[in-house]
């Protein structure tokens, strides 16, 4: 049998998962809370009417699209897209994007080693398909793991890891890939190293480039994937389908890492 690996974390209260001014806040309703919603379509209800007298448990949630593991559409990045193919058109919302790009073979690059702050590079990347020994396909899901992986959480979880440029993000777009991922909270370098470095040099292009390189080619990225330290460099799909919002900038997802037999009974030894 396929192993199965949850790469995704949980929406949940009191976790440094986002900035301050943007972190999820959910209210829990439990059966003790609920019997008045119940008593709209059965008035005469009452707690003797229900087993143990418990009515349902349900949660109200203060969320973007943004919060937990979730799939940024081309939308997201800039209003058009492809202008490398021609003229542009416009970018494709969460619930557009193509299913089958949603299921695919999945490659990690491992990149623990870069420091926080660090912006990949086209080299880092061929550098790093060179020493597992993989050619990119058309279609491959490449997700990075980065140090931020094992901050989850904690205080610094937004300042942690490496980021991904516009080089080295069209050097994937341009062999195919169309989607790729991130255990950290930004596929880009963490803002307060950008913005050091807007303010020396005053580029702005520095500026959430790796995003916007999806005005380029049309791509979707993974942000705040889980457990991919736990992942072979390759040999397993990735299932990604996001959650169908009209017109979104993303869907959360419950990414899963999907090991062949081969790498299941090995017990998917990382490289």
Known sequence: ????????????????????????EITYLGHGQTIDRMR????????????????????KLTVTTHHGTHL?????????????????????????????????????????????????????????????????????????NTRAGGRYGADDYVRAGCGMGREATLHLLERGVRITGTDAWSWDAPFDVTQERVAATGDYSLVWEGHKAGRERAYCHLEKLHNLETLP???????????????????????????????????????
């Open 72 to 144: 940024d559409a081309p939308w997201h990045f800039h209003p058009t897209t492809n202008h490398a193919l021609g003229a542009g058109e416009r970018s494709p919302t969460i619930d557009e994007i193509p299913l089958d790009w949603c299921f695919r073979p999945g490659v990690k690059l491992d990149f623990r080693k870069l420091a926080d702050g660090t912006v990949a590079t086209a080299a880092d990347v061929e550098q790093e398909l060179l020493r597992i020994g993989h050619t990119l396909q058309p279609f491959d899901i490449v997700v990075v």
């Open 233 to 271: 460099a390759t040999g397993f799909t990735i299932a990604c389908f996001p959650v169908k919002i009209r017109g979104a900038s993303a869907g959360w997802t419950r990414a899963v890492a999907i090991l062949t037999e081969a790498e299941a009974s090995s017990g998917g030894t990382p490289t």
């Open 40 to 59: 709209a379509s059965f008035p005469d209800l009452t707690p003797e009417h229900l087993p143990d007298g418990a009515a349902w448990a349900i949660e």
């Open 1 to 24: 049998m396929p192993r199965f690996v949850d790469l995704s974390v949980p929406i949940e209260n009191g976790v440094a998962s986002d900035p301050e001014y943007s972190r999820p």
